[in-house]
């Protein structure tokens, strides 16, 4: 919805890496959050950018392109505890816009 | 210590009727949300309150009327419940409204229109 675009499903190994990419509207855009949302539970924060750049935080970083209306999230040392759907959303607009999310199947 | 509550998890009703979600919040913050999550999974933002104050209201039909009494409780009133009202309806709280203020939910209220 709203423009913003990241794959609906991955699916990897446990202890490996993946990358979820999202584009959107650049328009009045102030902020990208990224959210993982269990199967029936909220959904939880995880992280923030509003520059460009790269932020890391543990196993997983984010990295934002303003000029491109790119960002991507950075999943390392996959666990199966991160089987969740990870959801883009853009600041505008004073709102959150939310993507569909990106639904990661981690295997063993 | 729960951040965000809502009241009740599970509301399964008939078609027609009235029914009011609540949600509590002991962050201190002072702006509250109101998301509805359909079955295609998109979360959309329905309503905002700053400080008691309403400053977000989306295209949503208006049988549905939220309420904040106060800075840390923000209810969701639906009136004559359609089919297409059963969704999850989350609701959520930041400090402030702005795009720094990182957005907190609530457990969610899973909606059934039979």
């Known amino acids: 919805g709203q423009n913003i675009d990241q794959p609906t499903e991955m699916t990897a190994t446990e202890g490996a890496i993946v990358q979820i990419n999202c584009t959107y509207q650049?328009?009045?855009?102030?902020?990208l959050f990224w959210y993982q949302q269990h199967a029936g539970e909220a959904p939880t924060f995880l992280s923030y950018?509003?520059?460009?750049g790269l932020e890391e935080k543990g196993r997983f970083s984010s990295f934002l392109s303003r000029s491109k209306g790119y960002s991507y999230l950075l999943l390392k040392e996959l666990q199966m505890k991160d089987s969740a759907s990870y959801l883009c959303?853009?600041?505008?607009?004073?709102?959150?816009?939310f993507g569909a999310g990106t639904t990661v199947t981690v295997r063993a | 210590d729960t951040a965000v509550s809502q009241t009740p998890k599970y509301l399964v009703t008939q078609m027609g009727n009235d029914k009011s979600i609540k949600c509590e919040q002991n962050?201190?913050?002072?702006?509250m949300y109101w998301y509805k999550q359909d079955s295609k999974k998109f979360l959309k933002i329905m309503f905002s309150y700053n400080n008691k104050e309403l400053i977000i209201n989306e295209t949503v039909p208006n049988r549905f009327s939220p309420k904040s009494p106060d800075k840390a409780h923000l209810n969701l009133h639906i009136n004559s419940l359609e089919l297409g009202d059963s969704a999850v309806y989350f609701c959520a709280s930041s400090r402030g409204p702005t795009s720094t203020d990182t957005q907190y939910f609530g457990p969610g209220t899973r909606l059934t229109v039979l």
């Open positions: 962050l201190g913050h002072d702006t």
């Open positions: 950018n509003v520059l460009d």
């Open positions: 650049t328009s009045g855009f102030n902020g």
């Open positions: 959303a853009p600041f505008r607009e004073y709102k959150l816009s």
